[in-house]
């Protein structure tokens, strides 16, 4: 059936009058008729409400997810931000053991080489010992052949004698002298060895080091470049899930326009039917 034009218009539009105008158009077998599409709008609208509070409902859920994911998306850019920090004071303490381990190489460096001067400088004390051991052979060789020419010369060689046998008792004593400075060379040497060993050691280990805090700080700058990555788009997340989340509750509130505009129509119609039924009930009475 054709639906009569003043069924069309808005519902705010119909009126107590309108069923009586109605009536007057069609006559008194258009009311049941009128009954029915009265029935068949209000099937229809409360099945549109209906779907509209399902929506509704839909669109809610839907903020408070938009919502939990925005604020997921800042709590995440937070920490982010926090790693980052603690990475920055991180990297500024590799910095800072890296700039002390540059000082302990160089001192390391300038110490071995110290050691080594020392060792080159003992091995020129112990050829200069040498160089008096054999002055002093050769000393104490004159001197046993002038003890010899002393005796030859009888009464006149003995003040001769005693200066050859005081040359001789000094050579010992410097023989005995240069021996303990041999030996104490020696032994200089031999720790000279030791710390030139330990001393490459411990420049070997600070170079691994070295190596060790330059590879640490590439990873530090790695793991702050991708936690800017992170916090950026965190954030840009955040926002975007926030201007979801204010669109759905602005859907939502046109929602529950729509639905309170349903009620409305459901009202005006209930009026209709009502005059509508009282219509039916004059035109019943009339006959």
Not at 41 to 49: A, E, F, M
Not at 58 to 85: I, P, Y
Not at 159 to 186: C, M, P, W, Y
Request: with cysteine; charged share 25%; glycine share 6%.
């Amino acid at each position: 059936m054709q639906l009569p034009n003043w069924l069309k218009r808005e519902p705010h539009a119909i009126t107590k009058q309108q069923p009586k105008i109605a009536v007057g158009r069609f006559g008194a077998g258009s009311i049941e008729s009128c009954k029915r599409t009265i029935a068949s709008i209000r099937g229809d609208w409360n099945k549109q409400s209906q779907d509209a509070d399902v929506l509704k409902a839909a669109m809610v859920k839907n903020g408070k997810r938009a919502n939990e994911v925005s604020d997921t998306c800042f709590s995440l850019a937070k920490v982010a931000n926090k790693v980052k920090t603690e990475l920055q004071n991180a990297h500024s303490v590799c910095e800072s053991s890296l700039a002390q381990m540059n000082e302990i190489k160089a001192t390391t460096e300038a110490t071995t080489g110290s050691v080594i001067s020392l060792n080159n400088k003992t091995t020129t004390i112990g050829n200069i010992v040498r160089s008096i051991n054999a002055i002093t052979n050769q000393t104490k060789v004159i001197a046993f052949n002038a003890a010899l020419e002393a005796a030859s010369a009888g009464e006149h060689g003995k003040r001769f004698a005693v200066v050859a046998s005081e040359i001789n008792r000094l050579t010992d004593d410097i023989a005995g002298l240069t021996r303990q400075i041999k030996d104490q060379i020696a032994a200089i040497g031999e720790s000279a060895g030791e710390l030139i060993v330990a001393s490459e050691e411990g420049s070997d280990r600070v170079m691994h080091g070295d190596k060790l805090l330059k590879k640490l700080l590439s990873i530090f700058a790695q793991i702050q470049m991708n936690t800017e990555i992170i916090t950026s788009q965190s954030e840009e997340m955040g926002e975007k899930s926030k201007r979801a989340a204010d669109t759905n509750n602005e859907v939502v509130k046109k929602l529950e326009t729509v639905v309170g505009d349903y009620g409305l129509r459901s009202h005006l119609l209930d009026e209709l039917e009502a005059e509508t039924n009282k219509l039916a009930v004059e035109l019943n009475g009339d006959r």
